[in-house]
């Protein structure tokens, strides 16, 4: 083997469903197949990853489905490579803490914190207002950039609820910050691996040396000895909240399926949150074996 490292840039929200990737970096897994990973945590989530790639700033982003789907769609040069979570994704949806909202229903007409446009947050507001029954073109949004933005903005009543993960916001609503009044789950798996065009044109044998070693992390990593006190610890998280969290995540080894890639084309249409659906091909593609 060359003893020059093939260099990848990573990114990623500094969210438990990462740590396989920490965990493959600190181990040294992936320098073991002459590839060296920079990570780079994206608190602004998707919207803010798939920016970052179109700028070329990073090579591979772990992002959410329908995030990648209608970044692609609107002429993010990038493919979906491989499914990375293959479980639903549980948005809570969040008031402040001393708010007056105590249902879903109380926030139809009000104005939703998202991290940025064509976010999680942003796209999941038209999933759960359908899904209640809205008038999703009446929906407003307010730019918050992270959760730390949204700890901020909610209490002082500049938007009236959040959608973010669940278990990620649980110490905030234990510690008294926010108020969850709901859950609304993604309809989809809810967490692919995203790389550009570029690289998979470049360097497709080394990417698909990296999943490799990433996948067979994620297929054991539910086994690891402790694996739930050390997401504790990283994550700050009660032990509890991450013995349930486990138990309803399952990590993805292989492609996403083009139904689940039309289903997100057909809800993002549907609610003119992208103008045109592109053939499954233009949005994936299946990296030959090493």
């Not at 479980?87 to 879903?104: E, F, K, R």
């Not at 995540?249 to 809800?267: F, G, P, R, Y």
Request: charged share 25%; with cysteine; glycine share 6%.
């Amino acid at each position: 083997m060359s003893n020059e490292l093939t260099h990848f840039r990573v990114g990623g929200v500094p969210e438990h469903f990462n740590l396989p990737w920490h965990l493959c970096m600190e181990l040294g897994d992936f320098n073991t197949e002459g590839i060296e990973v920079s990570w780079r945590d994206f608190p602004g989530g998707t919207g803010a990853m798939c920016k970052a790639l179109r700028n070329d700033e990073i090579d591979i982003a772990i992002t959410l489905t329908e995030g990648a789907v209608k970044d692609i769609v609107e002429g993010n040069p990038a493919k979906i490579v491989q499914s990375y979570i293959a479980s639903p994704l549980i948005w809570g949806i969040h008031v402040a803490n001393d708010s007056i909202y105590q249902t879903l229903n109380d926030l139809q007409n009000t104005t939703a914190a998202i991290s940025r446009y064509g976010s999680g947050s942003h796209l999941l507001a038209y999933v759960n207002a359908e899904n209640q029954g809205w008038d999703t073109s009446k929906l407003s949004f307010k730019v918050v950039r992270n959760l730390e933005g949204a700890i901020k903005a909610l209490p002082a009543d500049e938007a009236q609820y959040f959608m973010w993960e669940h278990f990620t916001t649980k110490p905030m609503v234990d510690e008294g910050v926010f108020r969850r009044i709901a859950d609304c789950p993604t309809p989809w798996p809810c967490f692919v691996i995203l790389a550009s065009d570029k690289l998979i044109q470049q360097r497709s044998t080394k990417l698909k040396a990296l999943l490799t070693i990433l996948n067979a992390t994620t297929r054991e990593f539910k086994q690891i000895p402790a694996i739930d006190r050390m997401l504790a610890f990283r994550y700050n998280q009660k032990l509890e909240d991450i013995r349930e969290w486990l138990s309803l995540t399952e990590w993805s080894q292989t492609q996403l399926d083009d139904s689940a890639i039309n289903e997100v084309q057909e809800k993002l249409y549907s609610l003119n949150l992208i103008e045109k659906k592109l053939p499954v091909s233009k949005i994936s593609v299946k990296l030959r074996q090493p």
